[in-house]
């Protein structure tokens, strides 16, 4: 008994939670940009709820004006005036409304502020059709009937939290309840409309509060998955993209279907297992991470893609970049690498760190294979190492400055 009591409390204060907004506020405080987003999302989503619902509602109340001016009576005159005010304001006023909101949803700088004021204005003008219809309803001593259809259109349609749905429902009560004791409603009605006023704030609270939580919860998740694929394409020493990420890049290049000239930039250490061999691991990683920077700083934003491929290897990849170009820039990354004078040995032989570079392009034509652009800079990088090192080498030709 005493488990199911700790359930039922835990749960009691669960809903609590969603009903204050307290379960938003503590999402938003674990990830404060989502406020923003969810500012949006809520502003959209209302936004086509209200529209979608506009249309039927719309053509709904046109047809039902028709009937009723058709079969309007004398006998019946009050009632029938009532109703057809009450589907005027609908197809009038609704519509209106309705236009308003697709006319600033539709724009490229939504004003979030005016898009929530215009909905609340939509179902305040939808509250006031509803209390005309209720009255005609009244006059009929019919009860409650259709109050009872707009509280479920209500909880279905907007998301509202609590201060919204109080607002726009006990105008609409209040009316409810003294038309229902002047026009002699039983006490019973009364009730069952207060009943289901209550359920309707509690429901369309926690729809509201889910949504918001699972629009967050999602952003997070998202975010997260993002952050993981990104740890996973990334190169943990250099900070760089790894292969697979390199991969996925070149593969999105290929999808977009960019046909301009493509190049690759293929480099190695020189004589890097021998460098290591007289240094520590630490070592050898410091100069793979100098390396690394000296490559970001060279390149700026002549690359679109820097990778290290493995062990001592790095690729980058250029668009848009003239043969000329392209020779001047490997020879730039070349000489900026010996210019950082890195001590090869720990002697005072005068040894520094250096590169081979080997480049290939595609100048015309789809680029539609990375593997061959990448195979032809990792041929050009074997003729380099054979002619010499600290060299470039493409189209099978060694450059080196004098």
Same mark, same amino acid.
């Given at each position: ?51 979608? @619902?506009?249309?039927? #509602? ?62 609340? !204005? ?6 006031? #059709? ?35 749905? !109080? ?11 003294? $038309?229902?004791?002047? @026009? ?8 069952? #409309? ?69 190049? #690759? ?89 250096? !590169? ?25 990088? $074997? ?20």
């Amino acid at each position: 008994m005493s488990g199911l009591l700790k359930i039922l409390k835990s749960v009691a204060e669960e809903y609590g939670k969603h009903l204050n907004g307290s379960k938003i506020r503590e999402f938003e405080a674990e990830d404060p940009l989502s406020a923003s987003l969810l500012k949006q999302n809520l502003c959209s989503v209302n936004c086509r709820r209200v529209i979608f @619902f506009t249309i039927p #509602a719309v053509v709904i109340a046109l047809l039902f004006s028709i009937v009723t001016i058709i079969n309007m009576s004398k006998d019946d005159i009050k009632q029938s005036v009532l109703c057809l005010a009450g589907l005027l304001v609908i197809f009038f006023g609704c519509g209106s409304a309705a236009v308003l909101l697709y006319r600033e949803y539709k724009k490229k700088r939504t004003d979030l502020k005016r898009i929530r004021q215009l909905v609340l !204005v939509y179902w305040s003008v939808f509250s006031l #059709a509803l209390v005309l219809i209720t009255a005609a309803d009244f006059s009929c001593n019919m009860f409650s009937y259709r109050f009872y259809l707009y509280l479920s259109i209500m909880t279905v349609f907007p998301l509202l939290n609590v201060k919204s749905s !109080v607002l726009i429902i006990t105008p609409f009560l209040a009316f409810l309840l003294v $038309s229902g004791l002047i @026009f002699g409603a039983d006490y019973y009605t009364l009730f069952l #409309a207060v009943v289901f006023s209550l359920v309707y704030v509690l429901i369309s609270a926690l729809v509201y509060s889910s949504h918001c939580c699972l629009v967050i919860s999602d952003r997070k998740l998202n975010t997260a998955n993002e952050r993981c694929r990104q740890m996973d394409e990334k190169d943990s020493l250099t900070g760089l993209l790894n292969k697979k990420g390199l991969t996925r890049r070149l593969t999105d290049i290929i999808d977009r279907g960019i046909d301009n000239n493509i190049a #690759a930039v293929f480099f190695d250490i020189d004589n890097f297992r021998e460098y290591n061999h007289g240094h520590t691991d630490s070592e050898g990683d410091q100069c793979l991470y100098n390396i690394c920077n000296c490559v970001r700083i060279t390149a700026k934003s002549k690359t679109d893609i820097v990778s290290r491929y493995g062990g001592d290897e790095f690729v980058l990849i250029l668009q848009d970049t003239k043969e000329y170009d392209l020779i001047y820039f490997a020879e730039q990354l070349r000489s900026s690498v010996e210019r950082m004078a890195l001590p090869f040995t720990d002697g005072k032989d005068g040894r520094v760190v250096t !590169v081979s570079v080997g480049v290939s392009s595609i100048a015309e034509g789809e680029f539609n294979d990375y593997s061959k652009l990448l195979k032809e800079a990792e041929d050009s990088l $074997s003729l380099a190492k054979s002619g010499g090192r600290n060299c470039v080498g493409y189209m099978g030709n060694v450059f080196r400055v004098k």
